[in-house]
């Protein structure tokens, strides 16, 4: 199976038929402004002193993000990592939680135990990634095999970016999926450096999609600042999975506008890259889009734009009124109690 | 009741946990058509189907991390590693994500990961380990060592049902060697419960495994000279039943400490500093402690029989503390 | 970053997990200038990035703290801003502490330096285990006298029966005394022990007999005590009494042997011993509460009431270890002391009949639980007339517990050959002054018990009796849940 290169949404009409209606793509630029917008916060928070540890945003990937988590069923899981804030939003995070979890807080989603973007909320599908990346691609393998033993019509989706897809649980990870043909999509996130490092120092592969092939099953890349093509081809994956047609390879490009996290400035990116780029801003280009082909009207924008920035300043200060976590905690949950488990063992 | 190796306990067991809860399925390497490398699952695969024992790839990390997935999902999976030596392959997604899992984002993860482990039959140095005591170290995870049939049923079915990842250790020198009375219906055995293996006043063993077996025979000479030795088998690790352990000592003033694990850093160690940190005053004697040597696990058995602790090893050092 | 009240501050932010400091490049507001929330207010430079801090509040910039140039370690306040509507106030304010500004700059980065460094150095201890590896222990033989080691449960045991490891036969490596053997050698007698150390081996049953205590004399029923009653009351010339005049209105009774004997003892007592009283009072607050938590634990699993004189009689036998004196006899010009205390218990029977003393043996042993059992005991035998004469002898020291009348003082006799008494009254809910958790001084109401200890002069002092009762009040009102 050769790779594919995804091609541009057009009309309002042509998503329409791949089943978004206006009010879906007003819904889905609300939550490109609230995923920049939690993360432009983060970033003057950190500044201020009030995040502790290190700070990781994706800006650039928006899009990405966004496109794939609008795609998911409501019973579909996945594993997003920390480029993804867009689908912890898309999938309906309180922002008051998200800037709790940044600022270590007891009403956080990990309740202060792990710190940045380490969350997911188990209850919406989200499972929080682990630093090792990309340990939970394996998980979300064995999330899809539960899934073919019980024979639901449910989807994994994990998520990987360019550096971690060369690590060993990847390809553990994706073999298994290609041997068994489990329903998970592989959506990597291709922000072109890995850290310091560009992808020709990374991998040898021309793209990483070619690597599907290896595991038995389809690639294919796509503009990563184009929300819809991401969605379009998202779709097109988890729906594929759902029908038993197997795994697939989503390889998104984007560029990462900002530094591997807030102390890192990105000085070793070449200026024009950036220029480049941030010409093809996700978010300017959809809104671009929606003036084109849906007819967006300035006061339906005003009100997008003010009530997200209401939201979010209504999310800060609540979550800067929350409470720290109490210390005499520390112990608790090291191990879980059976009335953890969710159905009891006998049944 | 019926008189079972301590193989077939805990195939009975892992069968009968198939059979009563749809949820509980196995993933391994050879598992399935061929029954698995020590026939534990033999004849599985027909009863229970593909997808329940599933013949996995050579691939820790998707057995342990499938595992993991799965467990997310609502399910009970079984994982087998081949040799116990081999979870240092998944050793990464055992303490990073499944240890830590429920602590930080409040969902459990059920998991069971059966490990063939031990050595005393010239398997060298990766087919013969006792690779517990790292991962007792890292906080979210349970060890269990049964040392006899009817143990490593009731053991392993409370593995099952326990909503934590479990390492479940099982001794593969006694597979076949160790019979005993096993019971025929469901029953489980709670983690962090001694059990005493031996009676006695003088001198207390602590050990688990294989070791309980080495243990008794080096008791029984000791009764015949007169010195009355008791031996508690741990029998988990994670947790460890500490207050048998100290009542024990209190009575008898002095201990043995014997694992087959190498002795720098083996759970021998956490148990010596204990007894030392909380039964001070009641010792008559220093703590010994009996492990194997710091080396890898050697091929030839005269340097096998020179690395796993011995009989008359244990003698010598019971006779020891027995005339301090 | 805190606002204190009214100021906002802005601090140096940690850009990194491993970054600890920051240099202040350019100040972008100076002070007295208004600033906006979120508004670039300097740019700093760390090791791994140069970037604009946004300012965490809306007002004037009041002052700056650290001048550009200057490096500081994260967490340091930077500049201080007021919020608006305090300008008025500020502005001029202002001007005086800029001049300073250099003072205070140099002494902030030193206590930002120095709230960093205990951390430091506070967590190396924590890490950096004594490099003392644990020594080594020997065998006994090679310490060269065997019978000089002494291993951690044969010490224990040693002190708690009070006896000398080196008086016991070492049967262990290099002539080791082993836990066997103490254990072994306790078992065979405890009575032998005493009698090493006085290096007179009188029986103890033998100082009874020569000066019985009144309490020898229960009712006719056991002979035996009739029998040492016998002596004594022998001692007395023939019971003779002289013929006694009687005028209008007044009537005789004779004695009964126990009053004869009451008579006789109280008389020798105060003869012989030099009586003098101390008291203390004591608040008993935690011993109500614990006995409020135990009796019903105690009630239940062990039919036995945790009293006030079992929690006394038990802290009484703790504090007694350390004042060997007051356990103590003379005998001649010697002073007996021994390591065990047999406690006795007086016993008031019924219908002002006497006084009887039964004596808890070896009460060091008893935890409160067991003395609580051993006082119910011997109470209920004293009152069905079971006591044996063990119970009765051999007494080291004495409770007496009058208070149940409401008394709240008294002066006991002490009860020969003993040199002390102790003597426990009501318990009264008086205002008490305490000290609050500021430390200063309120009224509570607490209960209060009065205690004295009558204590024969010749052997004890002031000191030693003032000593005893401050510790005894120290112990009943620390009683915690780790007391027994």
């Known amino acids: ?347 | 009741m019926a008189e079972k190796t301590y193989l077939q306990a805990i195939s009975d067991g892992l069968r009968q946990e198939m059979r009563r809860d749809q949820r509980v399925f196995v993933m391994g390497e050879d598992v399935g058509a061929y029954g698995g490398a020590f026939k534990v699952t033999l004849g599985f695969q027909e009863e229970f189907g593909p997808w329940r024992v599933l013949d996995m790839p050579l691939s820790e990390t998707a057995i342990v991390g499938g595992a993991t997935g799965a467990a997310l999902m609502g399910l009970r999976p079984v994982a087998e590693m081949q040799f116990a030596d081999f979870v240092s392959c998944a050793w990464d997604h055992l303490v990073t994500v499944a240890a830590k899992q429920h602590y930080r984002a409040g969902t459990p993860i059920p998991i069971v990961v059966r490990l063939p482990s031990g050595g005393g039959f010239s398997g060298g140095p990766f087919h013969s380990q006792n690779p517990e005591s790292s991962f007792a170290h890292i906080p979210g995870l349970k060890i269990v060592c049964p040392a006899t049939p009817e143990d490593a049923k009731g053991l392993l079915v409370s593995a099952i049902e326990d909503p934590n990842p479990v390492l479940f250790f099982e001794h593969k020198h006694l597979y076949r060697r160790i019979k005993g009375e096993v019971p025929d219906g469901r029953y489980t055995i709670p983690f962090g419960q001694a059990r005493t293996h031996r009676a006695g006043d003088d001198i207390t063993v602590v050990t688990w495994g294989a070791m309980v077996y080495t243990a008794e025979e080096a008791a029984e000479q000791l009764d015949a000279e007169g010195v009355s030795v008791e031996i508690l088998d741990l029998r988990t690790l994670i947790p460890w039943d500490r207050t048998a352990v100290l009542d024990s000592v209190r009575r008898t003033s002095k201990v043995l400490v014997l694992h087959e694990d190498t002795r720098t850093g083996g759970f021998g160690a956490e148990i010596v500093a204990t007894i030392a940190e909380e039964a001070f005053e009641h010792l008559d004697a220093p703590v010994k402690r009996i492990a194997a040597p710091d080396s890898p696990v050697p091929f030839s058995p005269t340097l096998e029989q020179a690395f796993i602790p011995q009989v008359d090893g244990v003698v010598a050092g019971l006779r020891d503390l027995a005339a301090y | 970053m805190s606002a204190t009240g009214t100021q906002i501050e802005v601090v140096m932010p940690q850009m990194g997990v491993s970054v600890s400091e920051g240099t202040v490049t350019k100040w972008l507001k100076q002070p007295g200038e208004a600033i906006a929330m979120d508004e670039p207010l300097l740019e700093i430079s760390t090791d791994k990035v140069d970037t604009e801090i946004p300012s965490p509040g809306e007002g004037i910039v009041a002052q700056i703290l650290v001048p550009e140039g200057e490096t500081v370690e994260v967490g340091t306040v930077l500049a201080v801003i007021a919020p608006a509507g305090l300008e008025a106030v500020a502005a001029p304010a202002v001007e005086a502490p800029a001049p300073a500004a250099a003072a205070p700059v140099a002494e902030t980065p030193a206590p930002a330096g120095q709230t960093a460094a205990p951390a430091a150095s506070g967590s190396e201890p924590q890490s950096a285990p004594p490099a003392a590896a644990a020594p080594a222990l020997s065998a006994p033989g090679q310490i060269g006298n065997g019978r000089t080691f002494v291993s951690p449960v044969v010490a224990r045991i040693a002190a708690e029966h009070g006896v000398d490891p080196g008086a016991v036969p070492g049967t262990g490596t290099g002539g080791r005394v082993t836990k066997k053997d103490i254990l072994a050698y306790i078992e065979a007698g405890p009575r032998a022990a005493p009698a090493e150390i006085q290096r007179t081996p009188p029986p103890v049953v033998a100082p009874s007999a020569e000066t019985p205590v009144p309490a020898v004399l229960t009712p006719p029923a056991p002979a035996p005590v009739a029998a040492a009653a016998a002596p004594a009351a022998a001692a007395r010339p023939a019971a003779t009494q002289p013929a006694v005049e009687l005028g209008p209105g007044e009537v005789e009774e004779p004695m009964t042997a126990m009053r004869r004997g009451v008579m006789e003892h109280m008389r020798r007592s105060l003869d012989t011993s030099a009586h003098v009283s101390s008291a203390i009072e004591v608040d008993m607050s935690r011993i109500v509460a614990a006995r409020e938590r135990l009796k019903p634990e105690y009630q239940a699993s062990y039919g036995v009431n945790p009293t006030y004189l079992a929690f006394i009689a038990r802290a009484t036998v703790e504090t007694l270890k350390d004042y060997p004196w007051i356990n103590a006899e003379i005998r001649g010009e010697q002073i007996v002391t021994r390591a065990f205390v047999n406690l006795g218990i007086a016993v008031a029977l019924e219908e002002g009949k006497g006084l009887i003393v039964p004596v808890i043996k070896n009460a060091q042993d008893m935890n409160l639980l067991g003395t609580a059992r051993a006082i119910a005991d011997l109470a209920q035998r004293a009152r069905t007339k079971k006591l044996l004469p063990d119970d009765v002898q051999g007494g080291t020291f004495t409770i007496t517990n009058p208070g149940g009348y409401g008394t709240f003082h008294g002066t006991p006799i002490i009860s020969q050959p003993q040199v002390g008494i102790l003597g426990t009254y009501a318990l009264v809910k008086r205002p008490w002054v305490i000290q609050d958790e500021l430390g200063q001084d309120v009224i509570a109401i607490r209960p209060i018990m009065n205690i004295t200890l009558t204590y024969d002069h010749r052997l004890v002092d002031g000191a030693l009796s003032g000593g005893f009762l401050r510790d005894l009040r120290e112990r009943l009102e620390g009683w915690d849940d780790s007391s027994s």
């Open chain 1, 1 to 347: 199976m050769a790779v594919r290169e995804a091609e541009p949404v057009g009309s309002l009409q042509e998503v329409q038929d791949a089943g978004l209606d206006r009010e879906d793509l007003l819904g889905i630029y609300r939550n490109l402004l609230i995923t920049r917008g939690i993360e432009e916060r983060g970033h003057i928070l950190y500044k201020q002193g009030k995040i502790p540890g290190s700070f990781y945003t994706g800006r650039g990937n928006e899009a990405s993000a966004v496109g794939v988590a609008t795609a998911m069923g409501a019973d579909d899981v996945g594993c997003p990592l920390q480029r993804d804030m867009g689908v912890h939003v898309t999938h309906g995070v309180e922002p008051w939680r998200i800037f709790a979890q940044y600022m270590g807080r007891a009403g956080g989603p990990t309740q202060g135990r792990d710190g940045n973007v380490h969350i997911g909320d188990a209850k919406l599908g989200l499972h929080a990634m682990v630093s090792h990346l990309p340990a939970m691609l394996p998980v979300a393998v064995g999330m899809a095999l539960a899934f073919r033993i019980r024979e639901e019509r449910r989807v994994a989706i994990a998520w990987c970016g360019e550096g971690a897809a060369n690590r060993g649980d990847a390809h553990e990870g994706m073999n298994f999926a290609g041997v068994r043909q489990l329903p998970v999509v592989f959506v990597i996130d291709n922000n072109q450096w890995t850290y310091s490092t560009p992808t020709h120092l990374e991998y040898a592969a021309e793209h990483l999609a070619d690597r599907a092939a290896g595991y038995g099953f389809e690639g294919v890349v796509v503009d990563g600042t184009d929300v819809l093509a991401v969605y379009r081809e998202a779709k097109r994956a988890i729906e594929k999975a759902r029908a038993g047609g197997g795994p697939t390879l989503v390889e998104s490009v984007t560029l990462r506008m900002e530094g591997h996290a807030v102390h890192d400035d990105a000085s070793y990116v070449p200026k024009e890259m950036f220029e480049e780029w941030s010409r093809r801003d996700p978010i300017d280009r959809f809104r671009t889009w929606l003036l084109d082909n849906a007819a967006l009207r300035p006061d339906e924008e005003d009100e997008l734009t003010s009530g997200v920035k209401r939201l979010l300043n209504d999310a800060l200060q609540r979550a800067d009124e929350s409470p720290l976590p109490d210390p005499s905690d520390l112990l608790d949950g090291v191990f879980a109690e059976p009335e953890a488990l969710d159905t009891p063992h006998h049944k």
